[in-house]
């Protein structure tokens, strides 16, 4: 997974529990991102950071909250307050560098509510 | 806040011919454009992008073409393959705003041998 891991691959949450998804990466990258994908759907963003210490709200954002006291490192956590949880979850990286700003995505955490 | 649009959703063609995917924007702040590619159960990989400093960017068979005053840019593949099947998604963004991308809702290309 070349340079930015998600585990778990595949997660079951029982109604009402939190649950949280990990993100790490290796890149050096300064911002992290956190998207959600439905089937037909594009990916809907839910929370980014740019810098350590500090994330901001996506379209997204309700039932969900994150932290960044790393920057390797930005967790996601799917509240009991997320009324409909399943889904595909992608955590991305980029840098703020000159040239390249794409995305460097995860390979994915596949959320099911049981 | 930045809207995308991309049509078709669905596009099937046959090996050997071109697939033209088309996008919209909304924002004229952005100035970044990439387009990623998602096969079946994999993350989306970029794949090409342009800046809107530029009308036309090309990789051996994939070009992008941007047209900043009517909002929309394209996704060219040529002489396809199977292996071209997939998820196609455009995406906009601006280096200022965190970098955050606005993605379209994908066109899942099929490509018959």
């Known amino acids: 997974d070349g340079g930015i891991t998600q585990s778990p691959k595949y997660l079951f949450r029982k109604e009402g529990q939190n649950v949280t998804l990990s993100c790490e990466q290796n890149?050096?990258?300064?911002?992290m991102y956190w998207y959600r994908q439905d089937p037909g759907q594009g990916l809907r963003l839910i929370y980014y950071?740019?810098?350590?210490?500090?994330?901001q709200k996506g379209d997204i954002a309700e039932g969900y909250s994150v932290s960044r006291e790393k920057k390797e490192s930005f967790p996601l956590t799917v509240t009991s307050a997320q009324k409909n949880p399943t889904a595909f979850y992608l955590c991305?990286?980029?840098?703020f560098g000159q040239g390249n700003y794409g995305y460097t995505f995860g390979s994915g955490t596949r959320l099911t509510v049981v | 806040g930045e809207n995308v649009e991309q049509h078709p959703s669905t596009l099937s063609v046959q090996e050997g011919d071109s697939a033209v995917i088309k996008c919209t924007y909304s924002?004229?702040?952005?100035?970044?454009f990439p387009w990623y590619k998602q096969e079946l159960g994999k993350r989306p990989q970029l794949i090409i992008d342009?800046?809107?400093?530029?009308g036309e960017k090309k990789d051996q068979r994939i070009a992008v073409t941007l047209n900043k005053t009517a909002k929309h840019f394209s996704l060219h593949i040529t002489e396809t393959q199977p292996e071209d099947s997939a998820v196609y998604f455009c995406?906009?963004?601006?280096?200022?705003?965190?970098?955050?991308?606005?993605f379209g809702d994908g066109t899942t290309l099929t490509v018959k041998p």
């Open positions: 991305a990286s980029r840098t």
């Open positions: 890149l050096n990258h300064d911002a």
């Open positions: 950071s740019q810098i350590v210490n500090d994330f």
């Open positions: 924002d004229s702040a952005s100035n970044y």
């Open positions: 342009i800046r809107s400093n530029v």
């Open positions: 995406a906009a963004s601006y280096n200022t705003n965190a970098g955050k991308s606005t």
